[in-house]
């Protein structure tokens, strides 16, 4: 199974703060990655497929990057609603394989 | 408005067997690929498995985890998706969510993301 490696796990910052989150694949997934929010209580939210393609509804404040094995989630400019944890996904192949979580903190 | 909702989690003993179903509205459940997803407390999240639609022969995928242990079936013309789970262990206690995974097509080429996810039912497994 395809591995996926999520760091940090944890970070803290500030609202307005620039956060990159990366997730980093164990073979070459294409550009198959996905990215999700989800807070405490509640089901995961899409936010990027495709690596880079934003979902309707989401802020542009977030924007999604990489291909192959490296990938990035960044939130622009962190605001009060965006404190969650947040997962990447390969979808290259079977079975589907999450990234550990990056819990997002208020510093 | 699009929905799902999962039902049947509940507290069972090591070694039995439970099934969870999920009920899906507002869309065309027939045409879409549906998936369960676990989470056991405090962790992250673990794909469990998926089902595709009758186009693709209603085919499954497993996770190495559960392969053999669950089966994931659906019965298009009551909009419901189920996965029955058996031989349940300690590892197996989970918030279980089903969602719905769309064909999408960027760029030319066609993913399936989980889009649209219920709230989750809750297996408890503890003797």
């Known amino acids: 199974a395809i591995q996926m490696t999520q760091s940090p796990s944890s970070l803290s910052a500030s609202v307005g703060d620039r956060v990159t989150i990366t997730c980093r694949a164990s073979q070459d997934i294409r550009n198959d990655l996905g990215w999700y929010q989800q807070k405490p209580g509640k089901a995961p939210k899409l936010l990027i497929s495709a690596a880079s393609s934003l979902q309707g509804g989401v802020p542009s404040r977030f924007s999604g990057s990489g291909s192959g094995t490296d990938f990035t989630l960044t939130i622009s400019s962190l605001q009060p609603e965006d404190f969650a944890t947040y997962y990447c996904?390969?979808?290259?192949?079977?079975?589907?394989?999450f990234g550990g979580g990056t819990k997002v903190d208020i510093k | 408005e699009v929905q799902l909702g999962e039902s049947g989690g509940n507290l069972v003993q090591p070694g039995g067997s439970l099934r969870l179903s999920c009920a899906a509205s507002g869309f065309i459940f027939s045409d879409h690929y549906m998936d369960w997803v676990r989470q056991a407390p405090g962790k992250g999240l673990e794909w469990v498995g998926r089902i595709r639609n009758k186009a693709n022969s209603y085919t499954t995928e497993y996770a190495a985890s559960v392969k053999g242990r669950f089966t994931i079936s659906r019965d298009d013309s009551k909009n419901s998706l189920y996965l029955q789970m058996s031989s349940l262990q300690t590892e197996d206690t989970a918030v279980y969510y089903c969602a719905r995974a769309p064909r999408m097509a960027v760029a030319g080429i066609v993913y399936y993301y989980m889009d649209v996810w219920g709230k989750g039912t809750t297996v408890t497994v503890s003797s």
């Open positions: 996904l390969q979808d290259f192949n079977y079975p589907l394989t």
